[in-house]
């Protein structure tokens, strides 16, 4: 068949693995996911309410303008509805950006390892990936900012980064912005934002009006506990949105996910225990994991890398085995790494008793 070597070339995104796989695969029962960073209290009550209210509806086509769910995102978000666009989740936003703006040959940097979709939607688009080495973890934004040429159209800036949960410093971020050439758009995804407990951290829409392209990506999926409904959204300069409005799919944002988000913006109690859950959980499994002698690296999600010091997809079998689904991070070039979410507070607890058996302590 004739396709475009980058299409034959493309390595399938390997989605963490689902309970019902594992169940199946192992003939077993009751086991936990802490592999996708999904929210561990569930969705929220108020976007199930709304979902269940808008389902005798779904013989309509939705709002293909958003209307509602817009105009409560730019209150809520203080920018003009016209620069918001929303997705079937976030890596939609991320997909219409190269499609949009991306041509075969243009550069696109970003930071290895990251989110892998960058690298895959960049790929599709026939554009070059410029991948910029981690230094200590963190986004190295000095090397990533020597790394723009001529071809340089767009660099991606996970903030914080998936998967190593560090953030970049305020002031790394105005340094780098400055380097920015006025034709390159800088793609800011904070997927992780609201988890962030560290007050250096810049926000994205602080610097919608520079006279830099800025674009801050966000999304349902992780705070607000509605990753299967699949919406997101990225907020950017008018002009921007305007030509992604013309390319993106008129119903891009199913009828569900419009009252399912608009619904879960409301609900302050979901988000709060949200919050709570994941920075206590993260404080339980920091002192556990140092109890069982092995070293973590502190986050600003709601995931964090464990060095188990030895082969991590041996580990992460293992702990299948227990019915505990976590992440070996040698795809991603740490290969005694692993990566887990915080869950339920019981969920932790067995998390890290399979953690100790499997490491030989505990
Ligand atoms: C989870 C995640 C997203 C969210 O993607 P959706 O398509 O909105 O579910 C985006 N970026 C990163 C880095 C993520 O980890």
New binding site residues.
């Given amino acids: 068949m004739n396709v475009p070597e980058y299409i034959a070339g493309l390595k399938p995104y390997v989605p963490g693995k689902p309970i019902e796989e594992l169940e199946r695969e192992y003939g077993i029962s009751d086991s936990i996911k802490l592999a996708s ?1 999904e929210n561990p209290i569930g969705p929220s009550p108020k976007a199930v309410d709304a979902i269940k209210g808008a389902l005798m509806n779904l013989h309509r086509y939705p709002d293909g303008n958003n209307y509602q769910l817009g105009e409560r995102l730019a209150d809520k978000l203080q920018v003009a509805t016209n620069q918001i666009v929303l997705g079937n ?3 939609e936003i991320i997909e219409l950006l190269v499609r949009t703006f991306i041509q075969k040959g243009d550069e696109v940097i970003m930071p290895a390892p990251s ?1 892998l979709m960058y690298e895959i939607m960049v790929q599709a688009g026939g554009g070059a990936s410029v991948k910029v080495p981690l230094k200590d973890l963190t986004v190295d934004l000095e090397a990533m900012a020597k790394c723009i040429t001529g071809r340089t159209r767009m660099v991606f800036v ?1 903030n914080p980064n ?1 998967p190593t949960g560090t953030i970049v410093s305020r002031d790394a971020f105005e340094w780098f912005l400055k380097q920015i050439p006025s034709e390159v758009i800088l793609v800011v ?1 904070e ?1 992780y934002i609201e988890f962030v407990r560290d007050k250096r951290c810049p926000i994205g829409l602080d610097y919608l009006d520079s006279d830099k392209m800025v674009v801050t ?1 966000r ?1 349902f ?2 705070a607000y506990g509605l ?1 299967g409904l ?1 919406i ?1 959204y990225g907020v950017m300069r008018q002009g921007l949105a305007d030509l992604i409005h013309r390319v993106r799919q008129p119903f891009n944002t199913n009828a569900l996910a419009q009252v399912g988000a608009l619904a879960a913006l409301e609900d302050d109690a979901f988000f709060n225990e949200t919050i709570r859950t994941v920075h206590e959980g993260l404080d339980f499994l920091y002192d556990r994991v140092s109890s069982i002698g092995l070293r973590y690296f502190p986050t600003q999600t709601n995931f964090f890398l464990i060095d188990v010091d030895r082969d991590s997809q041996g580990v992460f079998e293992k702990m299948l085995t227990r019915g505990v689904i976590i992440r070996a991070m040698t795809a991603y070039g740490y290969p005694s790494f692993i990566r887990v979410n915080v869950g339920l507070a019981e969920e932790n607890e067995r998390f890290v008793k399979a953690l100790g058996e499997v490491v030989g302590i505990g």
Avoid: H, I
């Fill in positions: 960073n989740g976030s890596n989110f996970n998936n995804d997927a990506l999304t999926s992780k990753a699949r997101g």
